[in-house]
Nanobody, 125 residues
Framework: QVQLVESGGGLVQAGGSLRLSCAASGRTFSNYAMGWFRQAPGKEREFVATIMQNGETTYYAESVRGRFTISRDNAKNTVYLQMNSLKPEDTAVYYC??????????????????WGRGTQVTVSS
């Protein structure tokens, strides 16, 4: 089992920044690719960003590319999501997730084995 706990959400004005953190415990963190997903009210959960086990390969949803940056610190068992130039449409609950999938990027929620409970991000206009 891997336990994931997100933090860093909050209320911010459009154009502002937030940094989300996700602390992992349980199995060896470096064995897992990590992802961030989000779900806005009335919408399906959508992929935001992912980072592979080595921390060198990342991939972003088109809607956040150039504004968000995913990173990880395997020594601290933590993955981060730096969010800049936030827009009201970024408002959602943000979830951290872990997958043992190797060899390729995966953006499909169903391939992620472990999930946190989420942290709310609200961007006011």
């Amino acid at each position: 089992q891997v336990q994931l706990v997100e933090s860093g959400g909050g209320l911010v004005q459009a154009g502002g920044s937030l940094r989300l953190s996700c602390a992992a415990s349980g199995r060896t963190f470096s064995n897992y690719a990590m992802g961030w997903f989000r779900q806005a009210p009335g919408k399906e959960r959508e992929f935001v960003a992912t980072i592979m086990q080595n921390g060198e390969t990342t991939y972003y949803a088109e809607s956040v590319r150039g504004r968000f940056t995913i990173s990880r610190d395997n020594a601290k068992n933590t993955v981060y999501l730096q969010m800049n130039s936030l827009k009201p449409e970024d408002t959602a609950v943000y979830y951290c997730a872990a997958t043992g999938f190797r060899g390729a990027i995966t953006t499909t929620a169903g391939t992620y084995n472990y999930w946190g409970r989420g942290t709310q991000v609200t961007v006011s206009s």
